[in-house]
């Protein structure tokens, strides 16, 4: 019988990784392992974005591209809007700066200071006195004409302004009462009458004897020449009330 050698082929182990069993060695890589190294370092942050470039406004005399689309006329009239409200604002700086000058000199301080409310009732008052005080000599001069009254010396009476210093000229009868006061004094005293007893003025070129009463031009021509324009006022007054009752 005839001996066979079998040959017998050494295969060289690979040593077993240490750790769980089934796990490879490429699993136990300390760099590629997630279990080994359970918090990965963070990415690197991403670049930032760099900022849009900024456009140039197009220059002032590139009037094409500045309203590139737009209306022409539509343009055209917003200039011209533009252009008055600068002018006006001007206008009004000026005008402001006239007003702060005028505080200034009134107020003396250079400021805006508040006005007073007693010293504003004390003007408004005293206004409101002048005002009526007016009203009734204009109705004396008005009135004095067709009663035959001198309104000169009346107005210039002061018994007799007096007298009517309690008359409203806002009242319904303020006339009437007005027409009873000039009576009363005429009456009392003839003085006050337009053509007293004993008058005699003496005109250039006027032919008449000195106890004449003088006419009613020829006394506006004499108070004119004095400058007495209260008795030229009465005496145009009387000449126009005869004017209309001879009408």
Known sequence: MRNTTIPVRLVRSVPTAIGRPGMSAARQHPRRDPEVHPNPPAPDPAPPTPPAPQTDPPAGGDWASMFEGEDPQKVREALDNSRRWETRSKENFDKAQKWDELLASVNGDGGESPP???QLATDLTSERGRRTATERELAVYKLAGGLEANAAALTDSRSFMDELVQLDPAASDFTEKVTEAIKGAVARNPGYGATPSGL?????????????PPTLEAQIAAATAKGDHRTVMSLKSQQLA???QSK
């Open 116 to 118: 007073d409310p007693s």
């Open 200 to 212: 005699g003025l003496n005109v250039p070129g006027a032919e008449r004897t000195p106890s004449d």
């Open 242 to 244: 005869q004017t209309s």
